[in-house]
């Protein structure tokens, strides 16, 4: 999460953070074990059932915590410094679970042992959540309870005569949670957090102005539209007269459309425009206020903004690259700028299982490019990555069970919390324990 969602989530209040289920207020009470038990797994190797326990009410489970989407390695040696007995374990029986599913991983066995060993390491595609509490992901790695379930292999050997495919819609998104609103009235799920706040001054004839650089790599040439969505909200409002914000969009200097919504309502328009107008590169896309007359006052909200633009299949100089397939297959990729026979191609289609392709081509010796068919029958997504471009955890802690379920383990009042937070919580346990009488419990949310 970035800072300054940290910053204003403890500016909205530290007791907004800690969530009390009162559950003796509604008149219930947790049944000693009456928690619910994840279903059994089924083993790709064997088809039969291995059951396989909750995180938290058995054995040997680890946190795997990451940061960032991508192809993610944990090495042998990282699972020896969070204590696994990594000598000991069968690397078949290794499981990785995201929101209670499992998801295929690729073993490496570098030195063919059948053992995991030193050099040995575990591949995985991770995809991050974008909540009001996270910007990351857990996924809960197991073993010993059966065989976990491998990543497949499917060849992607482009054949002759195959159609080449030059360009893919790329789309960028762009959002920071820096301003929480809590004046504006919103229902339901609407999102209270934006980004950036503009304003007039137009006694002073000084319209409201927001310049932001965007990035677009590998911008295709030719004939070609892209698609802008600025997500907007106005902040002012006039119930008798309702205020009329205007936004005035432009691409490096040249305009593409304008945003009119009234009073504190939300803009959910988009603009096409000539794609030619992008550089491959940084680009200044500008939201201008106008000040119509000096009376004028438009406050208004960005909550984040979309670029929709065809890229080309040239990777870019750092990090893994993500691309898609549009069109149904069978057609020919060639991917270029890649560090040749190192590379790797997954189909990230599915994310919970990722596909390793097989059969690439190099159309030239010692050539950076890399060439593959996409064979599905609809549009695809894939990602290209090199050893050295893995991404690693940003932690791996062990599980702690949790002792909720024991017979003397009930409570009537619950705080979960984050470990921040866990004194303050235990502080405020022990009163209504004295007060209320209350069996009370603490869960650290970690």
């Given amino acids: 999460m970035n800072q300054s969602r940290v910053n204003n989530i403890r500016a909205v209040g530290r007791i907004a953070v800690l969530v009390a289920l009162v559950l003796s207020a509604l008149g219930m009470t947790v049944a000693p074990g009456s928690a619910t ?62 929101q209670g599913t499992e998801i295929a991983r690729r073993i490496i066995d570098a030195d063919g042992d059948a053992a995991f060993s ?63 609103t809590r004046a504006i009235p919103l229902s339901g799920n609407a999102d209270r957090w934006h980004w950036i706040r503009y304003q007039t001054a137009c006694s002073i004839n000084r319209p409201g102005v927001v310049e932001l650089n965007i990035k677009t790599p590998g911008v295709a040439a030719g004939a070609l539209t892209a698609t802008f969505t600025p997500r907007l909200r106005g902040f002012n409002k006039n119930d008798s007269t309702p205020i009329q914000h205007t936004a005035n969009f432009s691409v490096n200097g040249t305009a593409i459309g ?47 903004y979309d670029l929709s633009y065809h890229r080309t299949y040239a990777a870019p100089a750092t990090g893994q690259f993500k691309f898609g397939v549009d069109v149904p297959g069978p057609v020919r990729v060639t991917l270029t700028g890649l560090s040749g026979a190192a590379a790797a191609v997954y189909d990230i289609t599915d994310p919970l299982r990722p596909v390793l392709l097989t059969g690439l081509t190099l159309p030239l010796i010692a050539s950076t490019d890399l060439s593959l068919a996409h064979t599905l029958g609809g549009p695809g997504r894939y990602i290209a990555t090199t050893p050295d471009q893995l991404l690693t955890p940003e932690g791996i802690t062990s599980d702690t069970p949790s002792r909720l379920r024991a017979p003397d383990a009930g409570a009537d009042w619950i705080i979960i919390t984050p470990a921040y937070f866990r004194l303050a919580a235990e502080r405020l346990a022990a009163h209504r324990q004295l007060y209320q009488h209350y069996r009370t419990a603490v869960v650290d949310i970690q």
């Fill in 37 to 98: 038990s994840l279903s059994a797994a089924m083993s790709a190797s064997s088809g039969q059932p291995a059951v396989v326990p909750l995180p938290g009410s058995g054995e040997h489970f680890y946190k795997i915590r990451i940061g960032q989407a991508g192809m993610h390695a944990i090495t042998y040696d990282m699972l020896a410094a969070a204590g696994l007995p990594v000598d000991e374990i069968d690397p078949d029986t290794f499981q990785l679970f995201e």
């Fill in 118 to 180: 030193q050099g040995d390491s575990i591949i995985f595609y991770g995809h991050t959540l974008w909540t009001e509490y996270t910007d990351g992901n857990i996924y809960w790695l197991t073993y010993g309870y059966g065989a976990g379930l491998p990543m497949a292999e499917r060849s992607a050997a482009p054949g002759p005569g195959l159609p080449q495919v030059e360009t893919f819609l790329e789309t960028l998104h762009l959002e920071q949670d820096a301003i929480y």
């Fill in 258 to 304: 304008t945003a009119t919504f009234t009073n504190q309502n939300e803009f959910t328009g988009s603009f096409d425009f000539d794609q030619s107008l992008l550089y491959d590169g940084p680009n200044t896309f500008t939201l201008t206020a106008p000040c119509p007359t000096p009376s004028t006052l438009d406050i208004g909200l960005i909550n984040w």
